[in-house]
């Protein structure tokens, strides 16, 4: 079974930092699309930022500025790097792999900003 996880999630006030973690297995990691989701209460799963194999990169217009994508393709490691955050950002935040015959998911890791 193929699993994706992600961590670095949890509680910090506004206006403060955290780094996602998320390690997937080389079969899906390498080459590929990997990104990052993420899904308010009540709300649908939202693009946050994405980055091709070779490193380009596309963030959703609220993060812009704030949130960093990167990947370390040696040790089949996604992160993100969140500045500056609001509560509204507050989410569970998923891990993605978009392969050539299907997208993979985490299970996901809970952000909690506080105003």
């Known amino acids: 079974q193929v699993q994706l996880v992600e961590s670095g999630g949890g509680l910090v006030q506004a206006g403060g930092s955290l780094r996602l973690s998320c390690v997937a297995p080389?079969?899906?990691?390498?080459?590929?699309?990997m990104g990052w989701y993420r899904q308010g209460p009540g709300n649908q799963r939202d693009l946050v930022a994405t980055?091709?194999?070779?490193?380009?990169?596309n963030y959703g217009d609220s993060v812009k500025g704030r949130f960093t994508i990167s990947r370390d393709n040696a040790k089949f490691t996604l992160y993100l790097q969140m500045n500056s955050l609001k509560p509204e950002d507050t989410a569970l935040y998923y891990c993605?792999?978009?392969?050539?015959?299907?997208?993979?998911w985490g299970q996901g890791t809970q952000v909690t900003v506080s105003s």
């Open positions: 980055i091709t194999g070779g490193g380009s990169t």
């Open positions: 080389g079969s899906i990691f390498r080459g590929n699309t």
């Open positions: 993605n792999s978009q392969t050539p015959w299907r997208h993979y």
